[in-house]
């Protein structure tokens, strides 16, 4: 359900070749980038990337930096990166930048399954020659903190459902968003990272039929700032993933202006994987598509990357 699939008749030879002339002319053709990498997927952008460094000696990341600038270059160079190097960069970035950014690791580590987990944490490990649970824990605190390490462990149970313990955990979940100690909090977080997503399913409906409450609307009402921020996330994305980006989109485009790195990550991340769903998701609640959206805050190159990757009918200009 990606946007991005891999292109027919594929020659990365060629491509490596049309990328070189527009990066090496005397103005860097901009257009050339975005109609080749933006219709590449990333293993075939790999090979280009490998084709370019056989004939220029060049390494191609470093070109795209060289010669761009601003949100375009951002774009450009983040579509060069494998799935699992992009989530480390960018978890790197959101770490170790002036200010964590807490929104980053929330959608990043609320989303992934075990396996991206795992992937993400040995790019982490060899890109940047650090440990990202070490990283996490010297960074942020508190009950945060507990949270996201436990998600960067990786180690939710898949497949599994059992239906006599959903009432306990829900009971569990009822009492702490009620008691709110240290202790309860711990409850929370351990159930809704470690639990199977069939199981915490389960576990929703029964905390429903236990409080008369949403689970969403109970969290928000008990607890407050990044903690409460994360527990949402993790629920909405059990739920429905692309819902919960189609919402983080809505609200980085249209919260305090355009919120670039928030709009540029999750298009690149799920460029592949469900972008196409976001879209849905996204015209469905807000009325007006994320192609529209878009192209009425951004501009200029930057604006037909950010399109190209995004995609759209007709009907969504």
């Not at 599994?160 to 979940?173: E, G, K, N, R, V």
């Not at 100690?181 to 905390?207: A, D, P, Y």
């Not at 189609?246 to 919120?259: E, K, P, Q, T, V």
Request: glycine share 6%.
């Amino acid at each position: 359900q990606g946007t991005i699939l891999p292109a027919p008749n594929f020659n990365p030879i060629m491509d490596a070749q049309l990328l070189g002339g527009a990066l090496q002319g005397i103005c860097c053709e901009k257009d050339v980038l975005i109609e080749i990498l933006t219709q590449r997927c990333n293993s075939q952008r790999l090979m280009i990337a490998e084709a370019y460094r056989d004939m220029y000696g060049r390494d191609l990341i470093t070109d795209l930096k060289e010669n761009l600038s601003h949100h375009f270059k951002e774009v450009m160079v983040g579509l060069m990166y494998p799935p699992a190097s992009y989530d480390a960069h960018e978890l790197w970035h959101a770490l170790k930048g002036v200010d964590t950014e807490e929104k980053c690791l929330i959608d990043i580590l609320a989303s992934r399954s075990n396996m991206e987990i795992f992937q993400m944490k040995e790019a982490y490990l060899m890109q940047y020659n650090s440990d990202l649970q070490q990283d996490i824990d010297s960074e942020t605190s508190g009950h945060f903190r507990d949270t996201l390490m436990n998600l960067a462990q990786g180690t939710r149970m898949e497949g599994y459902a059992d239906p006599s313990t959903a009432a306990q955990d829900a009971m569990i979940l009822w009492e702490a968003c009620q008691q709110k100690t240290g202790e309860h909090k711990n409850m929370l977080q351990m159930i809704l990272c470690n639990r199977s997503q069939q199981q915490l399913w389960m576990v929703f409906q029964e905390f429903q039929n236990i409080s008369g409450q949403d689970i969403v609307d109970a969290i928000n009402e008990c607890y407050d700032g990044y903690f409460q921020e994360l527990l949402v996330a993790i629920v909405l994305c059990i739920r429905d993933k692309p819902s919960y980006f189609a919402y983080r989109l809505y609200h980085a485009i249209h919260d305090f202006g355009f919120h670039n790195k928030t709009v540029i990550r999750i298009l690149i991340a799920r460029s592949e994987i469900d972008l196409m769903n976001i879209r849905q998701r996204y015209k469905e609640r807000y009325g007006k598509s994320l192609f529209h959206d878009i192209k009425h805050f951004a501009s200029g190159h930057y604006e037909s990357a950010l399109l190209a990757i995004c995609a759209g009918d007709t009907e969504d200009y």
